[in-house]
């Protein structure tokens, strides 16, 4: 079946600390992969995807992921959290012949201490 | 930045009830999404729409749920007679022409059956 698991469901860090989030799925198949964020209140916004090329992509506000493709991953980091990034992270998957048709993971809440 | 608009934010019904969600995708995208999250659950595809039709559609998307794009700008989504287990936030979602293209989500309105 296919699934997206991620491996942290809430992550408390300090200020400056680095992040790693965990992200595999389960697919048959060509995806694309996706990290969106929810901060307090908001919408989903998207803060990077993978579509083909470079696996290593660079997103929004410092974030970064890497697609190993062996490992069915889909990793995200930042070398140095803030407050500001207090946010739940979600991470995505979708077959390349529905971009829209996006499989969820449970999200990650993250909590950053000042 | 231009944004995907959805009223109401909460929305509170008795089983039965019909409802309608409203959404206001953003103005130059074509393809139009509803999702759902059931509290403490995944993120979850109901259905995508394109050209005026539905494109795709999730097992969760029964004979009770309906979409509809009434007129230039909004994007519905109806519930027939609801049950208990409706209550979820229900998340509107619009990408542009061209694919690969990212999902941009509104608020959400949170929909509870009593």
């Known amino acids: 079946a296919q699934s997206v698991s991620q491996h942290n469901h809430h992550v408390i860090l300090s200020e400056a600390a680095s992040l790693e989030l965990g992200c595999n799925y389960s697919y048959g198949g060509t995806v694309n992969l996706f990290w969106y964020v929810q901060y307090p209140g908001q919408h989903l916004q998207l803060l990077l995807k993978?579509?083909?090329?470079?696996?290593l992509v660079k997103g929004i506000k410092g974030f970064e992921a890497e697609f190993i493709k062996s490992k069915f991953s889909f990793n995200l980091r930042k070398p140095s959290v803030q407050w500001s990034d207090t946010a739940e992270y979600f991470c995505?998957?979708?077959?390349?012949?529905?971009?829209?048709?996006?499989?969820f993971g449970q999200g990650t809440t993250l909590q950053v201490k000042p | 930045e231009p944004e995907v608009t959805q009223t109401p934010s909460h929305q509170v019904t008795q089983m039965g009830q019909e409802v309608i969600l409203r959404c206001v995708p953003i103005?130059?995208?074509?393809?139009f999404y509803w999702y759902r999250q059931i509290l403490g659950q995944k993120v979850e595809f109901l259905v995508s729409?394109?050209?005026?039709?539905?494109?795709?559609k999730s097992e969760i998307f029964d004979d009770q749920f309906s979409v509809e794009r009434p007129d230039g700008s909004n994007f519905t989504l109806k519930i027939r007679s609801t049950k208990l287990e409706d209550s979820a936030m229900y998340f509107c979602a619009s990408s542009e022409e061209g694919k690969p293209a990212p999902l941009h989500f509104g608020n959400g309105t949170r929909l509870t059956v009593t």
């Open positions: 995505a998957v979708s077959p390349l012949s529905n971009t829209g048709k996006l499989i």
């Open positions: 993978y579509f083909s090329g470079d696996p």
């Open positions: 729409f394109y050209n005026n039709e539905i494109s795709e």
């Open positions: 103005s130059n995208h074509l393809y």
